[in-house]
C-alpha cells in the first residue's frame, strides 16, 4: 500500500472509531512536478505528524505548503487544528485559517465540523449552530458528530461536548 493511501487508511480508522487524532483533511495525491508538489508533500507530512499528535511539528509542516502554495485550503484547515490543538492562545489564528479554508473551498465539510468545534470551545454557540446548519448540507455524518458536541455542550458535558473527540 502507497504511503498516502496507507495514511488515509489510518485516518478513515480512526474516523471510524471516534479517535481520530485530528487530521482534519486527508492527504492530498502528489502532482509530478512544481511547488504545488512540494507543498503536497510538506501537506502530507503534517498530516502523518497530526496522526501522531505531533501538533508543533504538524504546524511547521502546514506553514510551510503554505509558503509555497497560499491557496491549498487543507493546509489551512488542518494549520488551524494544529494551532487550536495547541491551546487558547491560538484560538484566534486558528479561526483565521479556518475561516480563510472555507473562503478558498466553501463547501468544505471538515473545516466546518471543526471551525464549529472551535466556536464551542471559545463558548459561541451561535456561530457554532450555524456551521452545524450549514454542515447538515453538506455531510451528514459530520453534522452528526458536530451536533453531538454542539448539544452535548448545552446539556452541561462541558465544553466541545464529546470529551477529548474535538478538543
Known amino acids: 500500500m502507497s504511503e498516502p493511501r496507507a495514511l488515509l487508511a489510518a485516518l478513515l480508522l480512526a474516523l471510524a472509531t471516534g479517535t481520530a487524532a485530528g487530521a482534519e ?7 509530478q512536478v512544481g511547488s504545488r508538489a512540494n ?5 502530507n507530512d503534517g498530516v502523518a505528524l497530526l496522526l501522531a499528535r505531533d501538533f508543533r511539528a504538524a504546524q511547521e509542516k502546514f506553514e ?4 509555497l502554495q497560499e491557496q491549498l ?8 487544528y494544529a494551532l487550536r490543538m495547541q491551546g487558547r492562545q491560538n484560538f484566534a489564528a486558528s479561526l483565521g485559517h479556518y475561516d480563510r479554508a472555507i473562503e478558498l473551498k466553501p463547501d468544505f465539510a471538515q473545516a ?6 472551535l466556536f464551542m470551545q471559545q463558548g459561541d454557540k451561535v456561530r457554532a449552530r450555524q456551521d ?20 452535548g455542550a448545552a446539556e452541561g458535558q462541558g465544553r466541545g461536548g464529546v470529551a477529548g473527540q474535538y478538543d
Do not use: C, F, I, T
Open 25 to 31: 483533511s486527508d492527504p492530498l495525491p502528489v502532482p
Open 39 to 43: 507543498a503536497v508533500r510538506l501537506y
Open 64 to 67: 510551510g505548503a503554505l509558503a
Open 73 to 80: 485550503a487543507e493546509a489551512h484547515n488542518n494549520l488551524a
Open 112 to 117: 466546518y465540523m471543526y471551525r464549529g468545534a
Open 132 to 151: 452545524l446548519e450549514r454542515l447538515r448540507r453538506l455531510d451528514a455524518r459530520l453534522a452528526v458528530d458536530l451536533e453531538q458536541v454542539v448539544e
